[in-house]
T-cell receptor, first 112, second 113 residues
Framework: AQSVSQHNHHVILSEAASLELGCNYSYGGTVNLFWYVQYPGQHLQLLLKYFSGDPLVKGIKGFEAEFIKSKFSFNLRKPSVQWSDTAEYFCAVNGPNNDMRFGAGTRLTVKP | GAGVSQTPSNKVTEKGKYVELRCDPISGHTALYWYRQSLGQGPEFLIYFQGTGAADDSGLPNDRFFAVRPEGSVSTLKIQRTERGDSAVYLC???????????FGPGTRLTVT
């Protein structure tokens, strides 16, 4: 089964700083890729997804992610974070069996 | 419209007891997923239904865990002879079709004492 690695366990940034969260997966076939976010006290919500086509995908709230097939990566980026981006971020990979695998998550703290 | 709902929101049970956790997916969603999330971890896949049938149950940890979706909508996750290690948040998600984005419920926090 595929696995997903998120490189950073906890990231602390000041407002307006740029963000990049790493995600690598181990599966050689066709996959669908997702980033989910969990704000404090809320349930998981979709930030963005990649199925095919343009490898640079844009999601909600100014987030984007780039799929680099040769590196098995799907890193999440945001040019300028806000305090309200404080949350836990999960990368997920869905293979042909539709058994979605999640990374361990990265906790983002944005200082006002 | 209504999202995915899960009941109960919290369940405390004694070791060895049987528990049932319920999931109501978004109306019309054919795919339904169960996950388990422990503290500091991402959701761990348990089982996925397409319609009434379990399309993939490879994530169920052992035969104490079982899930059903008899009419293709509501699903119940059943855990027999609960152990303290079963304590976690159990998440349910639904999707219009397999491989599409999943919509998550708020979860059921299970505590086994």
């Amino acid at each position: 089964a595929q696995s997903v690695s998120q490189h950073n366990h906890h990231v602390i940034l000041s407002e307006a700083a740029s963000l990049e969260l790493g995600c690598n997966y181990s599966y050689g076939g066709t996959v669908n890729l997702f980033w989910y976010v969990q704000y404090p006290g809320q349930h998981l919500q979709l930030l963005l997804k990649y199925f095919s086509g343009d490898p640079l995908v844009k999601g909600i709230k100014g987030f984007e992610a780039e799929f680099i097939k040769s590196k098995f990566s799907f890193n999440l980026r945001k040019p300028s974070v806000q305090w309200s981006d404080t949350a836990e971020y999960f990368c997920a990979v869905n293979g042909p069996n539709n058994d979605m695998r999640f990374g361990a998550g990265t906790r983002l703290t944005v200082k006002p | 419209g209504a999202g995915v709902s899960q009941t109960p929101s919290n369940k405390v049970t004694e070791k060895g007891k049987y528990v049932e956790l319920r999931c109501d997916p978004i109306s019309g969603h054919t795919a339904l997923y169960w996950y388990r999330q422990s503290l500091g971890q991402g959701p761990e896949f348990l089982i996925y239904f397409q319609g009434t049938g379990a399309a993939d149950d490879s994530g169920l940890p052992n035969d104490r865990f079982f899930a059903v979706r008899p009419e293709g909508s509501v699903s119940t996750l059943k855990i027999q002879r609960t152990e303290r290690g079963d304590s976690a948040v159990y998440l349910c998600a639904s999707s219009p079709q397999p491989s599409y984005e999943q919509y998550f419920g708020p979860g059921t926090r299970l505590t086994v004492t």
